[in-house]
């Protein structure tokens, strides 16, 4: 049970910023003793695969903080953030990695990896469909501030995933709330507006 709060934590987190879960992964994994990568992840541990997501979480960072650019960002990011979390969640889940691709459907390895790529892919959608809304409603003032707590958001969810993984109950509650009160208001809005 606590594996599948910390992949569905780490995958949640990836719908936020694909870089950010997989890079406390790697760097908990590789500096601590707070994680212990399964056999065949071991990977995301390396000092290369820390420096390139370093690098390209870098990147992101900027990119998401000006506006047009950050939904230029989210386009691409269509496919990494659902990857991200597909990986995140395997990972998380001590998923067994690929070994016989034709073996892989038949012994249901593919689960935890597909349903880390739907809750990243569901998350991503929210985000980047929220997006354009605030740049147009604050005219761009609203981008560096939603994208801060986007990755805020992020790092406390993957640290909490990989540290205390039933605190990611309250996450994911929190986060379908906020989607309701979201689509309440903007619901509101349109009756106020007709």
């Known amino acids: 049970m606590l594996e599948a709060l910390t992949g569905a934590g780490l995958a949640t987190s990836a719908g936020l910023n694909a870089y950010i879960p997989l890079l406390a992964i790697g760097v908990l994994s590789r500096y ?6 399964p056999a065949g992840w071991g990977w995301l541990g390396n000092g290369w695969v820390i420096l390139i997501l370093g690098a390209l979480l870098a990147i992101e960072v900027v990119a998401d903080k000006v506006p047009v650019l950050d939904s230029a960002n989210d386009v691409v990011q269509t496919v990494v953030r659902p990857t991200a979390g597909g990986l995140a969640f395997g990972a998380g889940t001590s998923s067994a990695t690929v070994t016989d691709p034709g073996g892989f459907f038949g012994s249901n390895q593919w689960v935890p990896v597909a349903i880390g790529v739907v809750l990243a892919l569901v998350v991503h959608g929210i985000k980047a469909t929220a997006r354009p809304v605030i740049n147009v409603g604050t005219a761009g003032v609203g981008a560096p501030v939603a994208s801060t707590v986007e990755d805020v958001l992020s790092v406390v969810m993957s640290v909490v995933a990989l540290v205390l993984p039933i605190l990611i109950l309250l996450f994911l509650v929190g986060l379908v709330l ?4 979201a689509l309440r208001r903007r619901g509101a809005r349109r009756q106020r507006a007709a």
């Open 178 to 181: 906020l989607f309701v009160w």
């Open 32 to 37: 601590t003793d707070v994680i212990a990568l």
